[in-house]
């Protein structure tokens, strides 16, 4: 059973994502905020047509510690879910994403059009530079910023290296950082095929100011985002524990 309702759920991804991709670039020309309306209606509908085959749903907790202006979202990285769901709880965003994405067809066109902040991780230089640039545009046009500080999905259960150019970037625009826990790995893993029903967890933490060095501040938002975790991390099926058992 789990098979056949992941195997509605991609059906759904891939009548609806064409039609999105090619109004993406048609769209092209319309003000970045109208655009990132329009597209995430995509997230919407996907995230809806998760739950009604698959039985996925998620719950946020600490909505009361979004702030009220734009902010850095810091959040964990186990799932492609979290790149859908994290539009529908915050304000408009824009992500950092490496370059290649962009040139994925279908589902690079839908992201060019959400105005990323794309790099090239290659090189270091020009990557920070990128970020600075770019933050500043995008925080100007409204937009909050997301980084995923692992810099890629890391399995539920592990730990990933925390990097600094998220913390380093809040200082330099200086904006609050609004830290974020979930547990979407244990019902969708990296790679995954197949999902399983359940209820995620997304658990967003009280803002950090971006004060002192960027080593710092990215240890204060890796020690609260992995003590989270380890709070309610367990509950589904992937997770290494439960596979144990």
Known sequence: ?????SALYWLGLVVLTPPFAILA??????????????????????????????????????RENIPAGPAMILCKHQSAWETMALQQIFPPMVFVLKRELLKIPFFGWGLWALSPIAIDRGNRAEAQRTLMEQGHDRLAKGFWILIFPEGTRVPAGNRGKYKQGGPRLAMALDIPIVPVALNSGEFWPRNSFRKWPGTITVRIGPTIQPHGTPTAVSEQ???WIEREL?????????HPSRRAG
């Open 25 to 62: 670039i048609l769209i092209l020309p319309l003000p970045p905020r109208l655009r990132y309306r329009v597209i995430t209606l995509w997230t919407h509908m996907m995230l809806c047509w998760l739950r009604v085959t698959c039985g996925l749903r998620y719950v946020v907790e600490g």
């Open 230 to 238: 380890a709070t309610f991390e367990g509950a589904g099926p992937c």
């Open 221 to 223: 938002v890796e020690n």
């Open 1 to 5: 059973m789990i098979w056949f309702r």
